[in-house]
Nanobody
């Protein structure tokens, strides 16, 4: 199994940027599809970005063009670069690891992920 630890959250003004990092230990993160998910207060957890073991990326419509997910397999780390942040991006952000192969219909299903980090708070002020 894999252990995940997120970092990089914080408070930023609207229009600003943050980069989240997810350090994996135990089994290599390259064995998994990796995702960044978020949960705002009172809302359900949602997948914002996913990167497959081969490097293919997927984004939720709400963050497309603003967020970039990447992975550095040598460092066993996954990143989420967040630009042009909006107040509605405020949430706890989680890194998660799931199976290598996920059906297309489940790409944005939070339920496919088996391992989760503890989360990091991102707050965007208007």
């Amino acid at each position: 199994q894999v252990q995940l630890v997120e970092s990089g959250g914080g408070l930023v003004q609207a229009g600003g940027s943050l980069r989240l990092s997810c350090a994996a230990s135990g089994r290599s993160a390259s064995s998994y599809s990796m995702g960044w998910l978020r949960q705002a207060r009172g809302k359900e957890r949602e997948v914002v970005a996913r990167i497959t073991w081969s490097g293919t990326t997927y984004y939720a419509d709400s963050v497309k063009g603003r967020f970039t997910i990447s992975r550095d397999n040598a460092k066993n780390t996954v990143y989420l670069q967040m630009n042009s942040l909006k107040p509605e991006d405020t949430a706890v952000y989680y890194c998660a690891a799931g199976p290598r192969f996920i059906p297309a219909t489940m790409r944005f299903d939070p339920g496919v992920y088996d391992y989760w980090g503890q989360g990091t708070q991102v707050t965007v002020s208007s």
